[in-house]
């Protein structure tokens, strides 16, 4: 089967100031300067790209450095959900209980510059704006659309948080893309002024059942079946979405529906997929479903264990954790080639939100590298992928759950 390659993939609303946010006294590069609305306009020069790994605990989130040295913490006002932005920059804190997002530098950033990048590192910042938005949940980026979405189910409705909206920290007179009717969707951002919105047949509905594809805010040029959708992942003019006995996957407008008949009851709810979209692997209960061209491939852990979410390395390896507490590790094909202890057993919660473990994957000093919350013992873990060896561990207050990574290759 030829499979296609991963990696970790994120509701108009008005808006807000924020809550407040701490600065650690022991971290402030020289010629660090943020404006008005909190954005960071200088930095120090790094030789390679330095990650910060931003955790989610109860009382907002802690920032860490690429050897997980605290850099920072922001209190929000309840714990939030994390997605990476577009920009490998900046990360929405989602708090759907709260109904807002609020945007974080995590002061570390590249910028291009003919053939190569330059690295900057700087202090982490809080902008001071929020969007607004009755109970959001999916969060979804795209980088070659140069856009995030957030979108609110209650307003079946989303807001596009654009490159220029997190270069200047301005987040009022967002783009407002609206669904048919209040459910819970998405808004999934698309390059060249396209977006592929969720749509429904009877509001109150609690998934929706077809997928629009929009120029524009309003004009529906094509409508895609997917019944009881949930979880997407976009990369470029690259989609996919969960349906009740398929994976929809758009390419360059066209779609197909690529049956999962080896699911049951079960359905793909959440995506990964690397930048070129040549892998896409969803997670379906406690299994993982790796799409081909046209096909599926079923692969579940030891028997009787759940998942974590899922994270991609660079080269394709495929990584969750299980509710026994190891790490597994796949190749591209579905192969399992390694596992690892990492923390304690744990319980799997329903729905969205809930106390429990959360895995990122990059690339750090060229090597595969895995960072996974452990919300039991109030650690971070950083994991040698090559060595399988436990390279560094944060201690965490407030039992960290949700996991973010910037400024990774």
Not at 95 to 109: C, L, P, T, V, Y
Not at 376 to 400: C, F, N, R, W, Y
């Amino acid at each position: 089967m030829k499979l296609m390659k991963i990696v970790a993939i994120a509701s108009v609303m008005t808006v807000a100031l924020a809550g407040c946010g701490t600065q650690s006294d022991d971290y402030d590069p020289k010629g660090q300067k943020h404006d008005d609305h909190g954005v960071s306009s200088t930095g120090t020069e790094t030789s390679e790209a330095m990650p910060r790994v931003i955790v989610a605990t109860e009382s907002g989130v802690s920032i860490f450095d690429e050897n997980l040295k605290k850099v920072t913490d922001f209190e929000l006002t309840s714990r939030p959900s994390l997605t990476t932005a577009h920009d490998g920059r900046h990360v929405v804190a989602n708090r759907q209980h709260d109904n807002e997002s609020s945007i974080i530098d995590a002061g570390a950033w590249k910028q291009e510059h003919g053939d190569h990048f330059h690295f900057y590192t700087g202090k982490p910042a809080l902008l001071k704006e929020v969007v607004k938005g009755n109970k959001p949940v999916h969060v979804v980026p795209n980088p070659k659309a140069g856009a995030t979405g957030i979108f609110a189910d209650d307003d079946g409705a989303a807001s596009l948080v654009t490159t220029k909206n997190l270069e200047t920290g301005q987040l009022d007179g967002l783009t407002r893309v609206k669904a048919n009717l209040p459910h819970h969707g998405v808004v999934v951002p698309m390059p060249e002024g396209h977006y592929l919105v969720s749509a429904t047949a009877q509001e109150g509905t609690a998934l929706p059942d077809t997928i629009e594809l929009r120029h524009g805010e309003t004009e529906v040029e094509k409508t895609f079946t997917c019944m009881r959708m949930h979880g997407e992942v976009a990369r470029g003019t690259n989609a996919a979405f969960g349906c009740a006995d398929s994976v929809l996957v758009i390419k360059n407008g066209e779609g197909v529906n690529i049956p999962t008949p080896d699911l049951g009851e079960d359905r793909v709810g959440t995506f990964v997929a690397n930048a070129d979209f040549s892998t896409l692997v969803g997670k379906a209960g406690d299994k993982l479903v790796f799409v081909g061209d046209n096909t599926t491939k079923t692969v579940g852990v030891d028997e009787g264990v759940n998942i974590s979410n899922l994270a991609i390395t660079p080269d394709g390896h495929v990584i969750t954790l299980g509710t026994n507490g190891k790490l597994y590790v796949f190749d591209e094909t579905g192969s399992l080639e390694h596992t690892m202890q990492v923390t304690g057993e744990w319980e799997k919660p329903s729905g969205h939100g809930g106390i429990a473990p959360g895995v990122a994957a990059g690339n750090y000093a060229n090597a595969n590298t895995v960072w996974v919350s452990d919300p039991l013992a109030g650690k971070v873990h950083m994991i040698d992928l090559s060595t399988m060896t436990e390279t560094a561990t944060a201690e965490v207050a407030g039992q960290p759950t949700s996991l973010a990574v910037t400024n990774v290759s």
